[in-house]
Each structure stands twice: as C-alpha cells, then as structure tokens.
C-alpha cells in the first residue's frame, strides 16, 4: 500500500486517524477517558481501602476540615443523599467522623480521622503516578496544552448566570 502525498504520521509513526472527527465525538471521548481514568485511580487507591470518589471527600476536607454534608456534597458535584451514603459508609471505614457543630446544634459537621488524615499522601501518590501514567510519553509542551484545552471545556460546561 502507497503513501499518499498529504498523509502524515504522528510521532510514534501511527497514521493519524483524526480525520473525520468533530465536535460530536468530544463527549464519548472525555467521558470514556474519564471513566479509565477513574478505574486506574480506583485500583491505585485499592491499596489503601478507600472506594472510587471517597479520594475527593478526604481530599476536599483536607482543605476544610469541618464541613457539612451539604456543603461536601455542593464542592464535589454530587446529590445530598449520594454523600450521605459516601460519608456513612467512610466513617464505617474509620476515615471520617461526624460532630455536632460547636455553636450549631442542629448542625452536624464532617471530620477527617486520623485514618483519613494519613489516606492524604496515599491519595496523593496514587493521584500523581494515574497522572504519569495517562500522559506517558507526552512532551511538557502537549501536558500544558491538554490542561489548557480541558480547563476551556470546563469553563464551557459551567451554566451561564442569568442577569434580568
């Protein structure tokens, strides 16, 4: 088979199979890139007993420690009753604890236990070598490139404020 003038080949000399996509693939793209994403961080994290999405919950409260459940569930996305599930079954695990708040009866605030605050650098390890892995062979340049690209489709997905 001859090479036809105009055809190129990436840098690890595969023949680029780009032509033909459009916006219309970007959504089964990130989402499927996101799901391996998510199954190589779960198995990385395996190790250390935390569940797929329990990473962000200790995380998240390793900046703020002394959060509500509605307000962890706000910061990671995610309906009320799924992180009351999440932060029932990680205090099962030993990772959190729930207090009633200091000045706030009627509030309960969400805190990491000592488990949880040493889960930290094991979610940190696993975060950075899903990281390496997933960008294998990239140059620093194309790193900057795919973060600013995906930040962009970020910002694009946010809802737009309304102002009447």
């Known amino acids: 088979m001859s090479k036809k003038k105009g055809d190129k080949k990436s840098k690890s000399g595969k023949?680029?199979?780009?032509?033909?996509?459009?916006?219309?693939?970007?959504?089964?793209?990130?989402?499927?890139?996101?799901?391996?994403?998510?199954?190589?961080?779960?198995?990385?994290?395996g190790d250390s007993g935390l569940y797929a999405g329990q990473d962000g919950v200790v995380l998240t409260l390793a900046e703020e420690d002394g959060m509500t459940p509605g307000q962890l569930a706000i910061r990671l996305g995610v309906k009320a009753p799924t992180m009351t599930r999440t932060i029932g079954r990680m205090e099962?695990?030993?990772?959190?604890?729930?207090?009633?708040?200091?000045?706030d009866g009627r509030l309960t605030k969400v805190h990491l236990t000592?488990?949880?605050?040493?889960?930290?650098?094991?979610?940190?390890?696993?975060?950075a070598d899903c990281?390496?892995?997933?960008v294998k062979g990239f140059s620093d340049k194309e790193i900057r490139t795919?973060?600013?690209?995906?930040?962009?489709?970020?910002?694009?997905?946010?809802?737009v404020d309304s102002e009447d």
């Open 15 to 45: 023949k680029k199979d780009l032509e033909g996509l459009s916006a219309i693939d970007v959504a089964p793209a990130i989402t499927q890139t996101a799901r391996s994403m998510r199954t190589a961080l779960s198995r990385s994290l």
């Open 92 to 103: 099962a695990q030993g990772f959190l604890e729930r207090r009633a708040d200091g000045t």
């Open 114 to 127: 000592e488990a949880g605050l040493k889960s930290i650098e094991q979610i940190g390890r696993s975060v």
């Open 131 to 134: 990281g390496a892995l997933a």
């Open 146 to 159: 795919l973060l600013k690209l995906l930040r962009a489709v970020e910002h694009n997905l946010q809802p």
